[in-house]
C-alpha cells in the first residue's frame, strides 16, 4: 500500500464526513442568522428562542437526509472492502 493511496482514502473518508456534516450543519446555521436578526431587531433577547429553532431544524435536517447519509457511507465502506486485494498489492 503506497503512502499516495492512504493518502486518497484519507482524502474521500474526510470529503465524505466533511459533505454529510455540511449538510445537517447548514440549515441549522441559516434559522440560526435568522432568528439573531429578528432578535436583533425586536431587542427580545430570549435564549430558547435562538435554541429551539435550531434544534427542530438540525433534527428535521437529520430526519430528511439521514437516510442518504448513511447510504454514503455504507457505499464508500463497501468500495473500500470491494478495493481490499488491490490496495494491499
Not at 5 to 30: C, E, H, K, Q, R
Request: net charge negative; no cysteine.
Amino acid at each position: 500500500m503506497t503512502p499516495t493511496a492512504i493518502g486518497d482514502l484519507f482524502t474521500n473518508a474526510m470529503y465524505l464526513v466533511l459533505v454529510i456534516v455540511v449538510v445537517i450543519i447548514v440549515p441549522s446555521l441559516v434559522v440560526g442568522l435568522i432568528v439573531s436578526t429578528f432578535q436583533a431587531a425586536t431587542q427580545i433577547n430570549e435564549q430558547t428562542l435562538s435554541f429551539l429553532p435550531r434544534l427542530v431544524v438540525t433534527l428535521l435536517a437529520i430526519i430528511a437526509l439521514g437516510p442518504w447519509a448513511v447510504n454514503a457511507v455504507i457505499d464508500y465502506t463497501r468500495e473500500l472492502f470491494m478495493n481490499i486485494p488491490f490496495l494491499i498489492g
